[in-house]
């Protein structure tokens, strides 16, 4: 097997926006596209996109499941994070569903406690 191998989380109504809103990946065609980035994992490549994100969004917003980053990401990445102005960690988050704008785009969430 080659390539990346993204693991999809059980979120109702992700396949539906897949590419209209919600990606697995972030080059600088989404950069340009978005203005507010929500990642969701807490692992090195999650906090490498926040680092690569946050220079070109207004807003980037990382959901994680559990309490910190300090068990799955490099201390050097939580350190770059925390220091980042225009990052905001939620912990105890996972999303539970996407809802549409009408318009075949991800816009709205529904978030719950993990």
């Not at 926006?17 to 807490?42: N, Q, R």
Request: a positive charge.
């Amino acid at each position: 097997m080659t390539g990346a191998a993204y693991r999809r989380p059980n979120i109702v109504g992700l396949e539906e926006f897949k590419g209209h809103g919600t990606y697995y990946w972030a080059s600088l065609v989404e950069a340009k596209l978005c203005k507010v980035f929500v990642l969701v994992g807490g692992g090195n490549s999650t906090g490498q996109a926040v680092v690569y994100l946050t220079s070109h969004a207004a807003r980037v917003h990382l959901l994680i499941r559990g309490p910190g980053l300090e068990l799955s990401m490099s201390k050097y990445l939580i350190d770059r994070i925390a220091a980042l102005p225009n990052m905001t960690v939620h912990t105890r988050t996972q999303i539970e569903s996407l809802e549409g704008d009408g318009r075949g785009c991800a816009r709205r969430r529904a978030l719950q406690d993990a």
